[in-house]
């Protein structure tokens, strides 16, 4: 009944730009702090960036500037917009939503982001 739907994930050459959207139902959107993660193959989950139910931001260093997440109450919808992109970027995606009191939280599926030339 809770879903998290990521889309926007594909193939982009370095320096290139793809924005990923993670769609949220089931919850009460407002009440959620969003990020994104990203998991390479061997490698452990990372946060990638973090949008607050008041709209504050945080991101890794390694996508500062080239990265922004933001977020539309109206449409339930958390979003990523990728500049920039490096070959180090690429993972499978994923959306989180975590309560901004409990500790109650959902993982989206996952989208796929590969760059590459």
Request: glycine fraction near 10%; aromatic fraction near 10%; charged fraction near 15%.
């Amino acid at each position: 009944q809770v879903q998290l739907v990521e889309s926007g994930g594909g193939l982009v050459q370095p320096g290139g730009s793809l924005r990923l959207s993670c769609a949220a139902s089931g919850i009460i959107f407002n009440l959620y702090n969003m990020g994104w993660y990203r998991q390479a193959p061997g490698k452990q989950r990372e946060l990638v960036a973090r949008i607050t139910t008041s709209g504050n931001t945080n991101y890794a260093d390694s996508v500062k500037g080239r990265f922004t997440i933001s977020r539309d109450n109206a449409k339930n919808t958390v979003y990523l917009q990728m500049n920039s992109l490096k070959p180090e970027d690429t993972a499978v995606y994923y959306c989180k939503a975590d309560h901004w009191v409990r500790s109650t939280n959902y993982w989206g599926q996952g989208t796929q982001v590969t760059v590459s030339s």
